[in-house]
C-alpha cells in the first residue's frame, strides 16, 4: 500500500501550554482556554484576539447534530492524539496515513496577537512544545514552527533556531497585521533569504490573519468562505512584488484554503502582468504564473476540483492534507476520500497520450520535496 502523507494536519495545544511556558512577567496576559457560562462553550481567549469555541479544533468525524452537540464540550471531548505522540500514530495508523505535516490550532489565532511581545514569545514557546512533541517519532510527526514577524530580525532568529531544533518548515500570518508592510515589500527580504538559505518552506494557512476582520458574517457558510481571501492576497503579493523572483528556492505553502481557484487566479495574474507590467517600477522577467507553478504548493483535503485542474497548475504542485483532528477532517476515512476526490483526475490520466505518474504518486513526491529534509518514507 502506498503511504501517504498529510501536508496539513493539526495538535491540540495544552489548554494551559502558555500559562505554563511562558515567562513570569507575561502570564497574566497568556492566552488560555476559559469556560463562558453565557454560551456553555469552552473558549480560546488571548488579550485583542476574538475568542473562539476550542471544540471545533478536536471534531474529528462529528457532522451534523453530532457536532451540534460537540460544540459545547471541551477537552474530555477531544481525541488525545491531539497532543500524545503515540496516541497520534495510532491514529494515523487507523486513518493509513504514514506521517503528517503538524500545524497548530490554538496558535493559528495568536497570528492576530496585536502585542509584538507577546506574539513573539508564545511562538517560542509554541516552538519548543512542538519540536518536543515530533521529537516521538520524526519519522512521522513533522514540526512547523510558528513565527512573528513584526521584527525581521528577530523573525529570522527564531526562523533558525527552529530549524536548528529540527523544524521541517514554518508557518507566518496568512496577512500581515494592520500597519505592517504587505508581502511583497523588501522589508522582509531577510526573513525569505534566510528561509530559502535554511530550505525551510513558508506556509500561509487559512485562519491565520495578523488582523482581525473589521466586519464578520454571522452567516456559518459565508465564514467558511471568507478565510481563503486573506492568502489569496499574500500569494499575489508575493509573486507581483518579486518575492519568488528574487529567492527562486524558496518555497510556499498554501494550506487548507484548496486549490481548484488556482487556474483562474494564475490566469488573472498573467492577464493583469500582461496589460501592466511596464508600469511596475520592477517588472517581472517571466508570466506570474511561471513563479507560483515553481514554487508554491498547495494542500486540499477534499477538493475534487483542484487535481483537474493539473495542467493548468501542475501536477506537482498538489499536497493532500487530512486536517486531523479539525472538524473538517477527512479522519477516519482519508484513504476512501482520496480516492474518491481522485477518480476523474486518475481516469483522465490514464488516458493520456503520454505516460504519466498519478496524481496521488506526485502528491507523494511534492511533499517529499518540499519537507524532504526530514521525512523519510
Known sequence: MAPIISADSHVT?????????????????????????????????????????????????????????????????????????????????????????????????????????????????????????????RARLIALGAISLYDVGSAVAELERVGRLGAAGVLIAGSPPLGQPTYGSRAYDPFWAAAEALRLPVSLHCITSGSARQTVSTSPYVQYL???????????????????????????????????????????????????????????????????????YATFQDDPTGPLTWRQFGEDNYLWASDYPHVDSTWPDSRDTIARTLESTETELMHTVFPHPTVSETMHEAVLDAYGRVIHI
Request: glycine letters at 8%; hydrophobic letters at 40%; one cysteine or more.
Open 226 to 296: 471568507d478565510v481563503i481571501y486573506d492568502v489569496q492576497r499574500s500569494l499575489a503579493e508575493l509573486v507581483c512584488g518579486g518575492v519568488l523572483e528574487r529567492f527562486p528556492a524558496l518555497a510556499v505553502v498554501s494550506a487548507e484554503n484548496d486549490c481548484g481557484w488556482f487556474p483562474h487566479f494564475l490566469h488573472r495574474l498573467d492577464h493583469a502582468h500582461e496589460r501592466f507590467c511596464k508600469h511596475s517600477a520592477e517588472p517581472l522577467a517571466f508570466p506570474p504564473s511561471v513563479y507560483v507553478r515553481r514554487q508554491v
Open 13 to 137: 495545544e495544552p489548554a494551559d501550554l502558555w500559562c505554563e511556558r511562558l515567562d513570569r512577567s507575561l502570564r497574566g496576559r497568556a492566552p488560555r482556554v476559559v469556560r463562558d457560562y453565557a454560551t456553555d462553550r469552552y473558549l480560546f481567549v488571548a488579550p485583542g484576539v476574538r475568542p473562539f469555541a476550542i471544540a471545533t479544533g478536536f471534531g474529528a468525524g462529528k457532522q451534523g447534530h453530532d457536532l451540534k452537540r460537540h460544540i459545547h464540550r471541551g477537552y474530555e471531548a477531544a481525541r488525545p492524539g491531539g497532543w500524545d505522540p503515540a496516541a497520534r500514530i495510532a491514529d494515523q495508523d487507523a486513518d493509513g496515513v504514514s506521517c503528517e505535516v503538524l500545524y497548530p490550532t490554538h496558535g493559528m489565532r495568536l497570528f492576530a496577537l496585536p502585542d509584538a511581545e507577546l506574539q513573539r514569545a508564545c511562538f517560542r514557546a509554541y516552538n519548543d512544545w512542538i519540536v518536543e512533541l515530533a521529537s516521538y517519532d
